[in-house]
């Protein structure tokens, strides 16, 4: 079964840093990979994904992510936050049809 | 229209109360699914419809009972819930019918309080 392992339960960063949240997972077959972002007290939008292809993913909202399959890992990355990037963010991996599996979630707190 | 809509917003029963959750889209997807969402927790699968029936359903206990109309609504029905059974319930849908590939969008949610 595909899991997936968000390192960093919670992440500060200062307005205009860049950050990065790491994301790992682990499977034997192919996979394909997701990021959402959940801002408070609403549901989850999705901020990028991996089906195939080239491994760097751009999104919305600046972000990006790299895809490293001999690391199994899926970082997200933004060169420079703003206030509004406070919010939690879910890496996620599909098993199978119909089932996606979430990571722990990373609560990114910006500070001014 | 790229929206999937949930109603209430908010809900408060009590444990003997019967109440439902509605989720409607109008994207054409096929399916359409249910999570629960407890506090600093990610989401976790209750059911998922695909083509209107039933496809999985993770072991929910029988106080929760989906129901897809048509392929544009999902109605989760409530009854005799348990304080534990609070939490935010997140609808979503994707276009096919569930493939692996797919993307989930996902509405804003119902925030349940069971008193």
């Known amino acids: 079964a595909q899991s997936v392992t968000q390192l960093d339960s919670q992440v500060p960063v200062f307005e205009e840093a860049p950050v990065e949240l790491r994301c790992n997972y682990s499977?034997?077959?192919?996979?394909?990979l997701f990021w959402y972002v959940q801002y408070p007290n609403q549901g989850l939008q999705l901020l990028l994904k991996?089906?195939?292809?080239?491994?760097l993913v751009k999104g919305i909202n600046g972000f990006e992510a790299e895809f490293n399959k001999s690391q199994t890992s899926f970082h997200l990355r933004k060169p420079s936050v703003h206030i509004s990037d406070t919010a939690e963010y879910f890496c996620a991996v599909t098993q199978g049809a119909q089932k996606l599996v979430f990571g722990q979630g990373t609560r990114l707190t910006i500070n001014p | 229209d790229t929206e999937v809509t949930q109603t209430p917003k908010h809900l408060v029963m009590g444990m003997t109360n019967k109440k439902s959750l509605k989720c409607e889209q109008h994207?054409?997807?096929?399916?359409m699914y249910w999570y629960k969402q407890k506090a600093k927790k990610p989401p976790e699968l209750m059911f998922v419809?695909?083509?209107?029936?039933?496809?999985i359903n993770e072991s929910v206990p029988s106080r929760f009972s989906p129901e897809c109309p048509n392929s544009s609504l999902l109605n989760l029905h409530l009854h005799a819930l348990q304080p534990e059974d609070s939490a935010l319930y997140l609808c979503?849908?994707?276009?096919?019918?569930?493939?692996?590939?797919?993307?989930?969008?996902f509405g804003p949610g119902t925030r349940l309080l069971v008193l």
């Open positions: 499977s034997s077959v192919s996979v394909y």
């Open positions: 991996y089906l195939s292809g080239s491994t």
């Open positions: 994207m054409g997807h096929r399916a």
């Open positions: 979503a849908s994707s276009p096919a019918g569930g493939w692996d590939q797919e993307t989930q969008y």
């Open positions: 419809y695909s083509y209107e029936k039933l496809s």
